[in-house]
């Protein structure tokens, strides 16, 4: 079993539309981190969260630390939020990622 | 500020060739560097980690390895290559547990 699980796997929205991507982790973690990968599959990092809640732009990203759940919502998507989004959680010395969300955003 | 160069973006290379990526970091010292894969239709999975010059982690038995000949620099190097080396190869580098992680460009290897 995957010690970070995502969900959904793909996602098709129509612009506009409230998006929420969620992530499950079985592991104690020291951070956990928003990663968005575009078709070209370089990777940028949106969000570190250890606890709470932090926003940028239209990206809202929670962390529940004891229910080991985070959340990444983006409000009024548009065709370029389309892309691959990652959930990776920081233990130890190491980073366990989600298989990633495929996200389609339709205009 | 910190950045981090990876290369080749892409790469084709014939099966039993050798292979030899390189992720140098500037602007940050003694960072703690990765190396990633991730195959097709897979999630991102941790090959090697280093902590220092010469100290290197291995975290799946492969047939690559890897290397820190400076503190900035990390190698990734196979000897002869498989079909199944394929895949999308991410280099990275933080500064500890509870900082930032920042990526490089990554490399799209196809072996033939």
């Known amino acids: 079993k995957n010690e970070v699980e995502q969900s959904p796997q793909n996602l098709t929205a129509q612009e506009g539309e409230f998006i929420t991507i969620n992530c499950s982790y079985s592991v104690g973690i020291s951070a956990l981190h928003w990663l968005q990968q575009h078709p070209g599959g370089g990777i940028v990092s949106l969000f570190m969260?250890?606890?709470g809640k932090k926003k940028h732009g239209r990206l809202i990203a929670t962390i529940n630390i004891q229910e080991k759940h985070s959340s990444l919502h983006i409000t009024a998507s548009h065709p370029r939020d389309s892309a691959v989004y990652i959930c990776?959680?920081?233990?130890?010395?190491?980073?366990?990622f989600g298989a990633g969300t495929r996200l389609t955003v339709k205009p | 500020s910190q950045t981090i160069h990876q290369w080749p973006a892409t790469l084709v290379q014939p099966v039993g060739s050798p292979l030899s990526l390189e992720c140098t970091v500037e602007g940050t010292s003694n960072p703690n560097l990765y190396w990633y894969r991730q195959a097709a239709g897979r999630g991102l999975q941790l090959l090697f980690y280093?902590?220092?010059?010469?100290?290197i982690s291995s975290e799946v038995p492969q047939n690559l390895s890897a290397s820190r000949p400076q503190d900035r620099q990390f190698i990734l190097s196979s000897k002869k290559l498989l079909l199944s080396d394929s895949g999308f190869y991410l280099c990275?580098?933080?500064?500890?547990?509870?900082?930032?992680?920042?990526f490089g460009q990554g490399t799209r290897l196809t072996v033939v």
């Open positions: 990275a580098w933080g500064e500890g547990m509870n900082t930032e992680a920042f």
């Open positions: 990776a959680v920081r233990f130890n010395n190491d980073m366990r």
């Open positions: 280093s902590v220092g010059i010469g100290q």
């Open positions: 969260l250890s606890s």
